[in-house]
């Protein structure tokens, strides 16, 4: 499966094992990354919402294609 993302600069695609629900959540509810993460990785992260149970992970795809 393949998710397109347009940036300013390209048009690139992310190939993802799987596509789960689709969620509306609130921006309201709209959290920095969890700091239990390691820093590496929280870099490639916008934030989080938090799920029961868990989290929804919001990437940065910017930083990721840097």
Known sequence: INIIINTPDDTVSFMVDDIGEVLQCSSAEFEP???????????????????????LLVLNTLKILD
């Open 33 to 55: 990354p969890p700091a239990h993460f390691n820093a590496h990785i929280r870099a490639f992260l916008k934030g989080a919402y938090k799920l029961d149970p868990g989290f």
